[in-house]
């Protein structure tokens, strides 16, 4: 199991900008994913990476404004948010899975793919 604990959510108005922080401890991954779910709505994919090789995956809603990357040293993976929407307002998680390269760039939108999870962080963004 890893352990992922997430951070840097917070609230904004419309068009600015945060970088969400994803600690993994404990058991090896290679593909780490960012989610969100908003209030009444199903969990929904937003971004994920290869971190063997560094791939992405964007979903058409956020493609240009979200930007995920990796860091091996501190063992963490990041989601920076560009010109925020109210729509962007959810809770973010990051989860964390083994799989191959293919598997983690088309993995499933829910997340069913990831074995672990972190606790969310809260992104609300006002118009």
């Known amino acids: 199991q890893v352990q992922l604990v997430e951070s840097g959510g917070g609230s904004v108005q419309a068009g600015g900008s945060l970088r969400l922080s994803c600690a993994a401890s404990g058991d090896t991954f290679n593909c780490m994913g960012w989610f969100r779910q908003a209030p009444g709505k199903e969990r929904e994919g937003v971004a994920v990476?290869?971190?063997?090789?560094?791939?992405?995956y964007y979903a058409d809603s956020v493609k240009g404004r979200f930007t995920i990357s990796q860091d091996n040293a501190e063992n963490a993976v990041y989601l920076q948010i560009h010109s925020l929407k109210p729509e962007d307002t959810a809770i973010y998680y990051c989860a964390a899975g083994r799989m191959s390269r293919i598997g983690c760039l088309y993995s499933d939108e829910d997340g069913t793919d990831f074995g672990s999870w972190g606790q969310g962080t809260q992104v609300t963004v006002s118009s």
């Open positions: 990476i290869y971190t063997g090789g560094g791939s992405r």
